[in-house]
Structures are given as structure tokens and as C-alpha cells.
């Protein structure tokens, strides 16, 4: 397989790269002491959107998966609300104990030609914990609403990897979902490539651990099919064909955008005689490199506003597991962005640079009686005529604390 240095991309939206807490923030101080943002959002007349988990999302599925009957909601989402992220792709039953399947997966070798899979990057390496995974959460009817804690990845942040979440529903199940991903040069963000190669990799690996305790079997269709999401066509033009063949779409250049193959089964893997969890630490940084011409993310004021965004941004994460197989993550992004107005066709500045800050942390445990995921995401920028804001917090499992916030402040809102 050839490099994929290749894989350069003119533009994609600013991701949802959370978002900031400079010093002159005028609506979240950083004191640890100091207002909540969005009650101080709300005291200056700023909308702000709030959720709560009682209520479940739109679109539950029920389904038989080994002995028992699964009703939930097929997806993953931000935002405890019915708009999908990823599909749901495996139904772990048995001693489904994320902790212990984490550990399965960790064990393995990045040997997996046995299994058909090249002996090249990203299929030759091993899983590792995530860096840079924004917080998800899906809804089963006899949880609620439930965090993916555990994120784990094969291949590094940059250029491809496959990502695999995993929701902790009760200790005879989890849900999970995976994709295989590919960085979008310039930025911190990535495009997911296929939903349908990550979950046959995710099973196979499950097979290598020597963990199943039946073959695994489909679900009857549960989510979007025969496609669900698309890769842009900007993006995928630019990819080079090994990739765009495992996506399984037509040849580039295409002149519209490629649907995300999805046969709309998720794969039921029945579980046991998986390793204890082996008490660690791990610590995790990576910083990426921002050099992008973008569509302006939130505040626009029509598809001409642009930016040019350049400065790094530092990810961070800390794993433990303790000798009870509790496992506890600690992660956060911070950058501090130059960014300048321009003309998306010409690249002709039409603004002075004006500086961004971005920020998020997520916190999260599982393995414990109070399961938890939490999750800030933060971004501000300091304009010629003033900040613009958004602000997003996900709470998750914390007892009788399901939540979502969020805020977008504009220079137009003239509250302030």
C-alpha cells in the first residue's frame, strides 16, 4: 500500500473541535469558582439549548441477539438527541465487560494476515487507547442513555486508524461502534472511510483473542441501508485508490459526494473467558498541526465565509486501570489559532488575522456502581467587532444527571 501523504484535502469545516477559555472569555471564566457558563449565557439573553436524558431519542429498534431482546437506539450521537453520529455495528453479549474487552483487544499483535489483512500500516498495529475521540453516547431502554467511556484505535491520530467505541449497557452487554478513518490534512478532524471494514476488523480480532463463544451472527437490518453519511467529494477525489477501494465506491474523480456503504446489520459477538484487567497507567499527547482553509464553523454569514486557520493543537489523555478493573479517562485538547477571513475562490485575505482559542476535556469511568462520562467543548474567537462563542457540555450516566448544553454567541447578538 502506498503512503497516504496523498491524502490532501483543499477544505472541511473547522470540526467539532470543541471549543476554548481564553482569559477575556466575557461568558466562562476560568476560575474554578466562577459562574457556570451557561447560566451566565442565559442571564445576558444567549439561547441556550438543554436536554435532558428522560426522554428517548426517535428511531428505536428492538431485536433479538443471542437469549435476549435488545431495544434501543441503533446509534451513537453528542448532543442526547435523535441526530446520529455512527451506526451501532456490534451487539457484545456474554461477559461483555468493557474493561475485560479492552484488555482482549490490548493483548493482540498487529499480525493479522491469518485473517486476509495486509502486514501494512494501519492493519499490522496493535489497539491502543484513543487520543482525540469526541464524547458519544447511545440509549437502550433499560439504561438510558449511556457513554462511550472507552475509546480505543488501531493506527495512530494521523493518517488512518480504525476507531472503536464502547457503550457499557449492563454486564451482559455492550454496544459498540467502529469505523476505519482517515485524517483530513490541516486539521484535527476525520472523515470517517468505511463503517462495514471496521466492524469485520473488530471481529476479527475478537476471533484472534480467542474470546467468542459462538460464531458470531448479523442482526436483522437495525440502521440506515444500503448507505448511511457520505464522504465529500472534494475528499474523496483526493484520496488515493487503495483507499477509495476499501470504501468500496466508485473510481475518483467523482462529481458528487460518495455514499458511506452500510448494510444496516450490526454483528452479534457472544463473549467469554475474556482476560482479567491488568491494573496500568497509560498517558497519551500528540499535536496536531492546523493549516486550513475552512467554511467559518458557527456564526457564518453565508456559504462565502471562509477562514484560514493555522496553529497547533495539543491533545492529551491519561488511562488507569486499578487492580478491581475499574478503568478511569482523563482527556483534553487546547490550541491557540490564528485565523484570517478570505475568499474561499481566490484565497485573497479580506480581513485582519484575529486570534481563536479552542478547548474541550472529557472525564469519564466505568467498571465501577457509578459509570460515568463527561464532556466541555469550547470556542472562541476575538474579532475586530467583538467574540463569538460556542459552548457545548455532555453529561452521561452521572445518577440522575443526563444532560446537554449548549450555546452559540455572535457578534450580531448584541447582548453584551
Not at 476507531?163 to 472523515?191: I, K, N, P, S
Request: proline share 9%; net charge negative; charged share 20%.
Amino acid at each position: 500500500m502506498k503512503s497516504f501523504d496523498r491524502v490532501l484535502v483543499a477544505v472541511l469545516t473547522l470540526f467539532a473541535l470543541g471549543l476554548v477559555g481564553c482569559t477575556d472569555d466575557p461568558v466562562s471564566p476560568v476560575a474554578s469558582d466562577a459562574p457556570d457558563p451557561f447560566d451566565v449565557a442565559a442571564e445576558k439573553g444567549i439561547p441556550v439549548v438543554e436536554r435532558h436524558g428522560g426522554a428517548p431519542p426517535a428511531g428505536l429498534v428492538e431485536f433479538t441477539a443471542g437469549q435476549r431482546t435488545v431495544e434501543c437506539w441503533p446509534y451513537t450521537g453528542t448532543a442526547l438527541d435523535s441526530e446520529p453520529s455512527d451506526p451501532v455495528s456490534l451487539v457484545m453479549l456474554g461477559e461483555a465487560d468493557p474493561v475485560a474487552i479492552r484488555e482482549a483487544l490490548l493483548s493482540l499483535d498487529g499480525d493479522r494476515t491469518a485473517y486476509g489483512f495486509p502486514a501494512v500500516y494501519p492493519f499490522d498495529q496493535p489497539w491502543r487507547d484513543c487520543i482525540g475521540g469526541s464524547a458519544q453516547a447511545t440509549w437502550e431502554a433499560d439504561v438510558g442513555w449511556t457513554g462511550g467511556t472507552i475509546q480505543l484505535t488501531v493506527g495512530d491520530f494521523e493518517p488512518l486508524r480504525f476507531h472503536l467505541r464502547l457503550f457499557a449497557v449492563d454486564d451482559g452487554l455492550t454496544l459498540a461502534a467502529a469505523h476505519f478513518e482517515v485524517l483530513v490534512t490541516g486539521t484535527t478532524d476525520h472523515q470517517v472511510l468505511s463503517w462495514e471494514l471496521a466492524e469485520q476488523f473488530v471481529v476479527a480480532d475478537l476471533m484472534r483473542a480467542g474470546v467468542l463463544a459462538a460464531p458470531p451472527v448479523p442482526t436483522e437490518v437495525i440502521t440506515a441501508a444500503p448507505s448511511f453519511r457520505i464522504i465529500p467529494a472534494m475528499i474523496y477525489n483526493m484520496l488515493p485508490p487503495e483507499l477509495t477501494a476499501l470504501t468500496g465506491g466508485p473510481p475518483a474523480p467523482v462529481a458528487t459526494d460518495v455514499p458511506l456503504d452500510n448494510d444496516g446489520r450490526a454483528t452479534v459477538v457472544t463473549l467469554a473467558d475474556l482476560p482479567a484487567p491488568t491494573p496500568c497507567s497509560v498517558a497519551l499527547t500528540h499535536t496536531a498541526v492546523f493549516d486550513q482553509f475552512v467554511p467559518r464553523p458557527y456564526c457564518s454569514t453565508g456559504p462565502a465565509d471562509w477562514l484560514q486557520v493555522t496553529g497547533d493543537v495539543v491533545f492529551e489523555a491519561a488511562v488507569d486501570v486499578d487492580v478491581n478493573g475499574s478503568y478511569r479517562v482523563r482527556t483534553g485538547y487546547e490550541g491557540h489559532l490564528t485565523v484570517v477571513p478570505v475568499n474561499p475562490a481566490t484565497g485573497e485575505v479580506l480581513a485582519e488575522p484575529f486570534p481563536a482559542c479552542v478547548k474541550g476535556r472529557q472525564s469519564g469511568r466505568t467498571g465501577t456502581r457509578r459509570d460515568f462520562l463527561t464532556a466541555s467543548d469550547r470556542m472562541l474567537t476575538h474579532e475586530t467587532d467583538g467574540a463569538q462563542i460556542n459552548t457545548t457540555r455532555l453529561t452521561v450516566r452521572d445518577p440522575g444527571r443526563d444532560r446537554y448544553r449548549g450555546f452559540v454567541r455572535c457578534i450580531d447578538a448584541e447582548v453584551f
